[in-house]
Every structure is written in structure tokens, then in C-alpha cells.
T-cell receptor
Framework: GNSVTQMEGPVTLSEEAFLTINCTYT??????LFWYVQYPGEGLQLLLK?????DKGSNKGFEATYRKETTSFHLEKGSVQVSDSAVYFC??????????????FGQGTTLQVKP | SQTIHQWPATLVQPVGSPLSLECTVE??????LYWYRQAAGRGLQLLFY??????ISSEVPQNLSASRPQDRQFILSSKKLLLSDSGFYLC?????????????FGNGTRLTVT
């Protein structure tokens, strides 16, 4: 079935370091791909999305490119800040489910940025 | 613009007690609605989803149930809570039709069953 695999955390970086959080997926058809961010004690916020192969989603300095050939959607940021510390979730839309709009989430990757 | 409200923010309940968590959406009609659970240190598990009033689909067998009495209201319930029901419960909505539409989440309810 469809699934999402993220790199295990926690990821600990110093401020201004380069960030990569790996995400790979298994899916039939052509799912849409999403990155969500969860700050401590809060719900999930949509960070960016891509709906077709080679699309690049970007927001707040974060980027991810939909790579169909490698079934990947890695999240990157050139220079992280302490305020980026959070849990990041990769997700895909389950098109098998018709119009339900269900998303399948990865396990989440905790990012800790130190000053 | 659309907003989602979820309450309460935190809840401590004894084993065997009932549960009712409520979620409402404003600013849109006929949204898809979802209940997810996030166990400590783990990812998100879809519990229920609904594409319309009275239409509930369950993803996993469990001690919980869901209802959608109104178009923009989604309720998560239990008759008797178990210790394993502890977790962070998230309500979400999306535009009808699914596909490329992202989910928009509430702020969650932290449930501790003692």
C-alpha cells in the first residue's frame, strides 16, 4: 500500500546550518506531496506542497522538489534558525481513496536548532 | 477565510469514563473532516473521516466513535476510556473532492487517561 518514510531524528543543528530532512514514498498513481510542521503543543501547519513530478514547493525559506524517479520529496533550508525547531512531517495524498482527501503521514522528524 | 476550532485543549480523564471531543469549522461548506491521533513520539494515525453529514468512515477498529451531526461539526466519543486512548487528538478539514487539497489542522486536544 501507499506509505511515507522519513529519516529518523532527532536532527540537531547549529543556527545558520543547512538542513535536509529526507522523505521517500511508495504510491500507486500520482499522489500530491506535502510537508507539515508541528511546533510544541500545537497542531500541524502546512509548510509546502507539490502536486506533480518536478514541482518545487517553497515557503519560509524551505523547499522540496517532487522527484518521481527517486520517489522522494526531501525538505531543505539553506540556513536554519532557532525558531525552526519543531517536528516535520512528510505526507502524501491517497488518491486511491477517491474524494476523501486522506493523507498518509510519515513518522515525523524532530529538528532542534541550537544558537 | 476558514477557521477550525477544537476543544478542550487538554483533558485528564479516569479509565472507564466517557469522552467527547468537539471540532467545528467556519468559513466553508461541506468540508471533508478528519480525526487523527498522535501517540507520544509517534506519527499520526487516521482514526475517522467524513465526507458529509452522517457519513463516517473508520480507519482502525478501536474504542472510539465519531459523529457528524451538522455540516461543520465533528465529534469524537468514547463510552469507556482505556489507558491506551491517551494521546494528542487532532481534528482537520479539507475542501470537498480531496486530491490535491491539503488538510488544515486544529490545535489539538491532549488527552491523558489515568
Amino acid at each position: 500500500g501507499n506509505s511515507v518514510t522519513q529519516m529518523e531524528g532527532p536532527v540537531t543543528l547549529s543556527e545558520e546550518a543547512f538542513l535536509t530532512i529526507n522523505c521517500t514514498y511508495t504510491a500507486t498513481g500520482y499522489p500530491s506531496l506535502f510537508w507539515y510542521v508541528q511546533y510544541p503543543g500545537e497542531g500541524l501547519q502546512l509548510l509546502l506542497k507539490a502536486t506533480k513530478a518536478d514541482d518545487k514547493g517553497s515557503n519560509k525559506g524551505f523547499e522540496a522538489t517532487y522527484r518521481k524517479e527517486t520517489t522522494s520529496f526531501h525538505l531543505e533550508k539553506g540556513s536554519v534558525q532557532v525558531s525552526d525547531s519543531a517536528v516535520y512531517f512528510c505526507a502524501l495524498s491517497d488518491h486511491r481513496s477517491g474524494n476523501t482527501g486522506k493523507l498518509i503521514f510519515g513518522q515525523g522528524t524532530t529538528l532542534q536548532v541550537k544558537p | 477565510s476558514q477557521t477550525i476550532h477544537q476543544w478542550p485543549a487538554t483533558l485528564v480523564q479516569p479509565v472507564g469514563s466517557p469522552l467527547s471531543l468537539e471540532c467545528t469549522v467556519e468559513g466553508t461548506s461541506n468540508p471533508n473532516l478528519y480525526w487523527y491521533r498522535q501517540a507520544a513520539g509517534r506519527g499520526l494515525q487516521l482514526l475517522f473521516y467524513s465526507v458529509g453529514i452522517g457519513q463516517i468512515s473508520s480507519e482502525v477498529p478501536q474504542n472510539l466513535s465519531a459523529s457528524r451531526p451538522q455540516d461543520r461539526q465533528f465529534i469524537l466519543s468514547s463510552k469507556k476510556l482505556l489507558l491506551s486512548d491517551s494521546g494528542f487528538y487532532l481534528c482537520a478539514w479539507s475542501f470537498p473532492g480531496g486530491g490535491n487539497s491539503p488538510l488544515h489542522f486544529g490545535n489539538g486536544t491532549r488527552l491523558t487517561v489515568t
